[in-house]
C-alpha cells in the first residue's frame, strides 16, 4: 500500500462492516519511526483504541488503531495510526 494523500478514498473494514472514507490529513507518527497518522473523515462508529483494519484495491488488509475520534454530525473526523510496509 502507499502512502495515502489528501482526498484519497479509503476502505475501512470494522467490527460493524465495512465504510469509504476520505483522508483529510496525512501527517507522521512521531510515536514510531515509521508510523503515519492519517486523519480521514468516515461514517460509523468508531471508539479510540479500536482495531480496525485499511483495505488496499488490491484487496491487502492493514491493520490500524484508532486513536482519536471527533464527531461532526454524522460524520466524524477519525486519527488513525498504522505503520505501512515497505
Known amino acids: 500500500m502507499q502512502?495515502?494523500?489528501v482526498?484519497?478514498?479509503l476502505t475501512l473494514l470494522t467490527d460493524a462492516g465495512?465504510?469509504?472514507a476520505i483522508v483529510?490529513?496525512?501527517?507522521?507518527?512521531?510515536?514510531?519511526?515509521?508510523?503515519i497518522l492519517l486523519k480521514v473523515m468516515a461514517r460509523g462508529p468508531f471508539e479510540?483504541?479500536?482495531?480496525i483494519w485499511i483495505v488496499d484495491r488490491d484487496g491487502s488488509k492493514i491493520g490500524a488503531t484508532v486513536?482519536?475520534?471527533f464527531k461532526q454530525t454524522?460524520?466524524?473526523?477519525?486519527t488513525?495510526?498504522?505503520?505501512l510496509p515497505a
Open 24 to 35: 483529510a490529513e496525512v501527517l507522521d507518527n512521531p510515536a514510531t519511526e515509521e508510523g
Open 18 to 20: 465495512k465504510t469509504e
Open 74 to 78: 454524522i460524520d466524524s473526523e477519525v
Open 48 to 51: 479510540q483504541g479500536q482495531q
Open 3 to 5: 502512502k495515502p494523500k
Open 67 to 69: 486513536e482519536n475520534v
Open 80 to 83: 488513525l495510526s498504522t505503520v
Open 7 to 9: 482526498d484519497d478514498s
